[in-house]
């Protein structure tokens, strides 16, 4: 098992800041899987952290794994 | 000032392990430009102001009004109405004599960036919109200056310090490695949609001033390749560590003539030539025929079903998130789009566009928060 945790507006779509998720191969793989649970995440931009470490492509992830989901936020 | 005077000013830091002469004279020579006087802004400048940062900018083209007092503590009642920079100069002078403050009641644009970034050391992103963050970052990056930024969402803020020079030489990442493109204006809102509680501009503001302080003292470790996010419902803390990206964003200048022919808000989607953006004056004499749709979500208040409903509108709620399902109801219709603010109805005016024919669009600027301003709900 892998474990999600989504930030800002995020968790207006997710409705949880943090999931449990079954193993999946890498990030590309689980983006996908979160769209078609969650449509709306396709709507805004977001960056993805592995054990709180940013990633900029597909990365393979490794059971137990913490995957963060950040969008940018804009208020001041 | 005397000497012992200021000695007595911040004898509480002055004391402090590892600080003494040599940290407040640093403070003393630093030269900090905070653009943006509104929810980070306000604690920001107290702190630097207190701290005794010898020379402070600050730039904000709005006036105090109030719904901005919840969270913009240093101005009051009496304020409303007046330029921020302009009450902001005067009570942070009176808090300390001893620092020069420069004030630009104008927007801030490209072409400040330029002539003005040169002379400070540190540059502050405490402004609250996308178009913004995005110039302040880009030019940053390109004339040398470390910019400590920071952002609220609702409950949440984020901090960090970009673009600062490590030991190495290199510089430290910036906002574009986090998020290379703009998001589109509306698909993020921003507090006057959202809304934000008042003590979280104040947290997020601290830590910029705490971060602002280190980097002219040299004290401690800055948040340089880190986002410090904060929850304040949870009061958790998140650090991410970031890395930089092997491509340059395609939109990102790369010279100051890139910088300076860069249209931030168009980048951001807040202008588009083709979609026409009418006040309510407008609207009155010339839309009111026309089909009025309220693109916010179904919790955002007031709803303008009573003011539709007195004033015989032709009238629709479609959330935005819904809007592209219901856009086949809208085809060639005149159509008026109206939202919190006036940010994401433009965005619902250019999906339109994009993917229907309408035979008219428009964006009610303001927004609800424009008609409660007229008092019209």
Not at chain 2, 219 to 225: A, I, K, S, W, Y
Not at chain 2, 245 to 259: A, G, L
Not at chain 2, 269 to 280: A, L, M, T, Y
Not at chain 2, 338 to 343: D, E, F, H, N
Request: aromatic share 8%; net charge negative.
């Amino acid at each position: 098992m892998i474990e999600l945790v989504f930030f800002g507006q995020l968790t207006d779509i997710t409705q949880t800041q943090s999931l449990v998720w079954e193993d999946v191969a890498d990030t590309d793989t689980l983006i996908q899987q979160l769209q078609e649970k969650f449509p709306k995440m396709s709507t805004i931009k977001f960056m993805v952290a592995i054990n709180n470490k940013m990633i900029s492509e597909s990365e393979p992830i490794v059971s137990g794994s913490k995957i963060a989901f950040m969008p940018p936020f804009s208020g001041g | 000032m005397s000497k012992h005077l200021s000695y007595d000013r911040y004898q509480r830091q002055l004391i402090l392990k590892g600080f003494g002469v040599t940290a407040q004279d640093k403070l003393r020579n630093g030269r900090v430009l905070v653009i943006g006087a509104g929810g980070l802004g306000c604690p920001i400048l107290q702190y630097l102001v207190a701290a005794g940062v010898g020379y402070i900018g600050i730039a904000d083209h709005d006036r105090v009004s109030l719904s901005n007092l919840h969270r913009q503590i240093l101005f009051d009642t009496n304020d409303i109405g007046q330029f921020k920079v302009d009450v902001a100069k005067k009570k942070l002078q009176a808090l300390n004599p001893d620092v020069e403050i420069q004030i630009w009641n104008e927007q801030w644009q490209n072409h400040h960036c330029p002539t003005h970034f040169p002379q400070y050391d540190i540059v502050v992103d405490a402004t609250d919109n996308f178009a913004s963050r995005y110039m302040i970052n880009d030019a940053a990056v390109l004339l040398g200056k470390p910019l400590v930024f920071g952002a609220v969402s609702q409950y949440e803020g984020q901090v960090a310090v970009f673009n600062s020079e490590k030991t190495d030489g290199k510089r430290s990442v910036n906002y574009r490695d986090l998020f290379p493109e703009p998001p589109k204006d509306g698909e993020v809102l921003n507090c006057s949609e959202a809304g934000v509680l008042g003590v979280l501009p104040g947290v997020i503001g601290s830590m910029q001033a705490m971060e602002v302080i280190k980097l002219l003292t040299g004290l401690g470790r800055p948040l340089v390749d880190k986002l410090w996010n904060y929850n304040g419902l949870t009061q958790e803390v998140f650090i991410l560590n970031l890395n930089p990206r092997s491509n340059r964003p395609i939109d990102q200048p790369q010279t100051p003539e890139e910088f300076m022919n860069t249209r931030y808000e168009e980048l951001c989607g807040v202008v588009s030539e083709r979609i026409k953006e009418i006040d309510f004056d407008e609207w009155k004499q010339n839309h009111l025929t026309h089909l009025l749709v309220d693109i916010r979500e179904s919790y955002e208040q007031p709803r303008l079903n009573k003011l539709a409903e007195s004033m015989q509108l032709n009238f629709k709620e479609i959330p935005l998130s819904e809007l592209e399902v219901k856009m086949e109801n809208l085809q060639n219709q005149s159509i008026v789009f109206v939202c919190q603010a006036g940010r994401r109805s433009l965005q619902a005016a250019s999906m339109l566009m994009e993917k229907k024919s309408a035979s008219s669009v428009c964006s009610l600027k303001g927004g609800v928060n424009g008609l409660v301003a007229l008092k019209l709900i």
